[in-house]
């Protein structure tokens, strides 16, 4: 073999490893960014917001939506606080918030923990004189007037694992500045808001530099159990207190943008004629966030 040819041999060797090489890189660098999750970055709130329900300080429609469960939301921050506001549409929704309960929980770390957060409203069976009303089968008009009745009972919130705050049962306005409403207006839609000081989970006020960091946020509702009939039953809102089970994306553009987040299942309940009860599924978002200044 003349001196070329083995040249040529080792340049062609020598290029064909590198392009394995580069080939493998990409594979490795898609499968780990696969694996990444979708941070949100939040939009600075230049408006205070006042908690009322009305969303009237919210650009409608809410930035993302989640179409597992439905909700249509938005998160935003300034330099002291973390604003939270949840629309509604869906009947079903609706339901598994008044009465089987709703949950918001903030994890520092940037993972999926339940530890810090907040339930209003709280779980129906928490409640001392919740009545077992039949849902199915009745006026949709009678249905929003059962529920309007359900939320004036909403008087109180659960604060769970917050730094600097009153944990435990507290107002709706917590005297560490924890804050949240609920509201069904004359269009049947449930609005949600909350504020969340970051003095209470982080420090007392962001700088540029906390733009780094990324959290995770759940939003959790509560199953509700129904007998065959589609009564509440005696045990009902067995819907898991906090969330589990398997992940599964779940995106889509109807109303605002894809919410980059994960909707947990947390599986059903079957009524007295073993037929699924879809409303005894616990359903969860988890998204992952980077406050902005």
């Known amino acids: 073999m003349t001196k070329e040819n083995k040249w040529a041999m080792y340049v062609k060797f020598i290029v064909?490893?590198?392009?394995?090489?580069?080939?493998?890189?990409?594979?490795?660098a898609f499968i780990l960014s696969g694996c990444s999750p979708y941070v949100n970055v939040l939009k600075y709130q230049s408006t205070p917001v006042a908690v009322d329900g009305n969303l009237m300080e919210w650009s409608l429609p809410l930035m993302y939506y989640d179409e597992d469960t439905k909700l249509n939301y938005s998160i935003t921050n300034d330099e002291s606080n973390l604003y939270i506001g949840v629309r509604a549409v869906d009947e079903k929704a609706q339901l598994r918030i008044i009465r089987g309960g709703f949950s918001i929980w903030i994890d520092i770390s940037g993972k999926k923990n339940e530890i810090t957060g907040i339930r209003y409203p709280l779980p129906e069976r928490l409640l001392g004189d919740y009545a077992t009303e039949k849902f199915v089968g009745t006026k949709k008009t009678d249905i929003k007037t059962i529920l309007r009745q359900k939320l004036s009972?909403?008087?109180?919130?659960?604060?769970?694992?917050?730094?600097?705050?009153?944990?435990?049962?507290?107002?709706?306005?917590?005297?560490?500045?924890?804050?949240v409403a609920i509201k069904l207006d004359s269009m049947n839609i449930l609005s949600y808001e909350a504020v969340i000081p970051f003095k209470t989970f982080y420090?007392?006020?962001?700088?540029?530099?906390?733009?780094?960091?990324?959290?995770?946020?759940?939003?959790?509702?509560?199953?509700?159990?129904?007998?065959?009939?589609?009564?509440?039953?005696?045990s009902?809102?067995?819907?898991?207190?906090?969330?589990g089970g398997g992940f599964s994306?779940?995106?889509s553009m109807g109303g605002g943008m894809r919410g980059g987040g994960m909707s947990v299942g947390g599986g059903g309940f079957r009524g007295g004629n073993g037929q699924r009860n879809e409303l005894g599924e616990t359903k969860t978002i988890w998204t992952y966030i980077k406050p902005t200044l």
Do not use: H, Y
């Not at 009972?153 to 804050?179: C, E, P, R, Y």
């Not at 009902?236 to 969330?243: I, L, V, Y």
């Open 203 to 234: 420090k007392d006020q962001l700088r540029p530099t906390d733009k780094i960091k990324s959290w995770g946020l759940a939003m959790v509702m509560n199953g509700v159990e129904m007998d065959a009939n589609g009564k509440v039953t005696a």
């Open 249 to 251: 994306p779940s995106f």
């Open 153 to 179: 009972a909403q008087t109180q919130m659960q604060v769970i694992g917050f730094k600097d705050a009153d944990n435990g049962t507290s107002s709706l306005s917590n005297s560490s500045g924890i804050t």
């Open 16 to 28: 064909a490893n590198t392009f394995k090489s580069a080939l493998m890189m990409m594979i490795i």
């Open 236 to 243: 009902g809102n067995k819907g898991r207190m906090r969330s």
